[in-house]
């Protein structure tokens, strides 16, 4: 469960960590009304991915004239496939410095990883990659959270790589203290897999507050979370959750699905064995078009829904299901997708490999069909590579 910015902000400042005031608009008028109340204002767009400065997605304004026409701008643009839908405006930040600061899952570890870094305002996976040393980390013990002396060396280490600040590391480290205590609480608290600040920023007073927000929480912890979970749906039927509506879809229909760019729609039951045909169609130089895992049991109903989610992208030229039968029969995936073909009037190009339980009938019930069996993975993405180029 992604939250957007001003979600993971509203979550944050009851915590008790600094944000600047601001007040969401899903018009122009709302925009222009907000800055008519708050002065000098950030424009963001309220998308749940990174990149939105880089794409035109923020802008600083000064006037309510201003905001208006930057809202109407924001409003309705597509960032990296994810519309528009409502933005957030808030109080201008002075700005002294911008470090960073975030608190993950940590799966070899488990449990999770405090980071900090004086190098803010930046894609930190770029940071990670190219400058480590520059991140800090701490992992805390589960039981007590990240303690005081923790943090105090955190704030150090991560800011020994940049002269400009040692002067102010005491009193960075004192804030940083209480501002990550509370975070670690409330990633707790909401069985969060990320939750960061970037950029955390440093005003001119020496005050930390935070320019932006992640929050991701575990959807298997959802039941736990039945608030953050109605106010995301209820975004998402006021379009305003800046969602892929494709994803949308299929969280509704109880599928394990992501949209990708491609046009090769990918089926499989079992989460390793879809990431493989990712990985096959890409290698026979195809693009997926999405991550679509039926799970185990897959029956005839599950195949049809699948089958019925993947086409609604209009991208998709054709299918590659790729089917393990151990409890799953060959034949019944075989009548599934037939059926299903059938029923939804189906005419791009399926390639289907399935191997396990009943795979010899289940492929000759394809072949009489009049849809492609493929007898090993490779093949199968071969065909289907093959075949899409000649579509559309």
């Given at each position: 469960?992604?939250?957007?910015?001003?979600?993971?902000?509203?979550?944050?400042?009851?915590?008790?960590?600094?944000?600047?005031?601001?007040?969401?608009?899903?018009?122009?008028?709302?925009?222009?009304?907000?800055?008519?109340?708050?002065?000098?204002?950030?424009?963001?767009?309220?998308?749940?991915?990174?990149?939105?400065?880089?794409?035109?997605?923020?802008?600083?304004?000064?006037?309510?004239?201003?905001?208006?026409?930057?809202?109407?701008?924001?409003?309705?643009?597509?960032?990296?496939?994810?519309?528009?839908?409502?933005?957030?405006?808030?109080?201008?930040?002075?700005?002294?410095?911008?470090?960073?600061?975030?608190?993950?899952?940590?799966?070899?570890?488990?449990?999770?990883?405090?980071?900090?870094?004086?190098?803010?305002?930046m894609d930190i996976e770029q940071v990670a990659e190219e400058s480590p040393e520059r991140i800090a980390k701490i992992w805390p013990d589960p039981f007590t959270g990240?303690?005081?002396?923790?943090?105090?060396?955190?704030?150090?280490?991560?800011?020994?790589?940049?002269?400009?600040?040692?002067?102010?590391?005491?009193?960075?480290?004192?804030?940083?203290?209480?501002?990550?205590?509370?975070?670690?609480?409330?990633?707790?608290?909401?069985?969060?897999?990320?939750?960061?600040?970037?950029?955390?920023?440093?005003?001119?007073?020496?005050?930390?507050?935070?320019?932006?927000?992640?929050?991701?929480?575990?959807?298997?912890?959802?039941?736990?979370?039945?608030?953050?979970?109605?106010?995301?749906?209820?975004?998402?039927?006021?379009?305003?959750?800046?969602?892929?509506?494709?994803?949308?879809?299929?969280?509704?229909?109880?599928?394990?699905?992501?949209?990708?760019?491609?046009?090769?729609?990918?089926?499989?039951?079992?989460?390793?064995?879809?990431?493989?045909?990712?990985?096959?169609v890409k290698q026979q130089g195809g693009d997926p078009a999405d991550f679509l895992d039926v799970g185990g049991g897959a029956n005839a109903e599950k195949v049809r829904?699948?089958?019925?989610?993947?086409?609604?992208?209009?991208?998709?030229?054709?299918?590659?299901?790729?089917?393990?039968?151990?409890?799953?029969?060959?034949?019944?995936?075989?009548?599934?997708?037939?059926?299903?073909?059938?029923?939804?009037?189906?005419?791009?190009?399926?390639?289907?490999?399935?191997?396990?339980?009943?795979?010899?009938?289940?492929?000759?019930?394809?072949?009489?069909?009049?849809?492609?069996?493929?007898?090993?993975?490779?093949?199968?993405?071969?065909t289907i590579v093959a075949v899409t180029r000649h579509t559309g």
């Amino acid at each position: 469960m992604k939250l957007l910015e001003y979600q993971a902000k509203q979550r944050f400042a009851s915590v008790g960590i600094p944000v600047p005031e601001g007040r969401l608009a899903r018009t122009p008028d709302e925009a222009e009304a907000a800055a008519q109340a708050l002065g000098r204002v950030a424009i963001k767009a309220q998308v749940p991915i990174g990149g939105r400065g880089k794409a035109g997605g923020i802008a600083v304004v000064d006037t309510p004239a201003e905001a208006r026409r930057e809202a109407a701008r924001i409003l309705g643009m597509e960032i990296r496939g994810y519309p528009v839908r409502s933005v957030w405006c808030e109080t201008g930040l002075a700005i002294d410095a911008e470090l960073y600061t975030g608190i993950t899952l940590d799966r070899d570890r488990r449990r999770f990883v405090v980071m900090f870094s004086a190098s803010g305002g930046m894609d930190i996976e770029q940071v990670a990659e190219e400058s480590p040393e520059r991140i800090a980390k701490i992992w805390p013990d589960p039981f007590t959270g990240p303690l005081p002396f923790e943090v105090r060396e955190l704030a150090f280490a991560g800011l020994a790589h940049t002269e400009a600040l040692r002067d102010r590391a005491g009193r960075i480290a004192g804030g940083l203290v209480q501002l990550v205590t509370r975070l670690a609480g409330l990633a707790s608290s909401l069985d969060a897999l990320t939750c960061e600040i970037n950029p955390l920023v440093l005003t001119p007073e020496g005050s930390l507050v935070a320019g932006d927000g992640k929050l991701e929480i575990d959807e298997n912890a959802e039941f736990r979370h039945a608030d953050v979970a109605a106010e995301l749906r209820l975004d998402e039927v006021e379009g305003a959750s800046g969602e892929d509506p494709f994803e949308v879809e299929a969280r509704k229909r109880g599928l394990t699905y992501v949209h990708l760019d491609g046009d090769i729609g990918c089926i499989g039951n079992g989460a390793g064995l879809v990431m493989n045909t990712l990985d096959l169609v890409k290698q026979q130089g195809g693009d997926p078009a999405d991550f679509l895992d039926v799970g185990g049991g897959a029956n005839a109903e599950k195949v049809r829904n699948a089958l019925d989610m993947v086409l609604l992208d209009p991208k998709v030229r054709g299918v590659f299901i790729n089917i393990f039968g151990g409890i799953t029969r060959g034949d019944e995936v075989a009548r599934g997708i037939i059926a299903a073909r059938d029923e939804l009037h189906i005419t791009k190009p399926l390639v289907v490999r399935m191997t396990g339980t009943n795979e010899e009938e289940g492929r000759r019930l394809l072949q009489e069909a009049g849809i492609t069996p493929a007898a090993t993975a490779t093949e199968a993405a071969r065909t289907i590579v093959a075949v899409t180029r000649h579509t559309g």
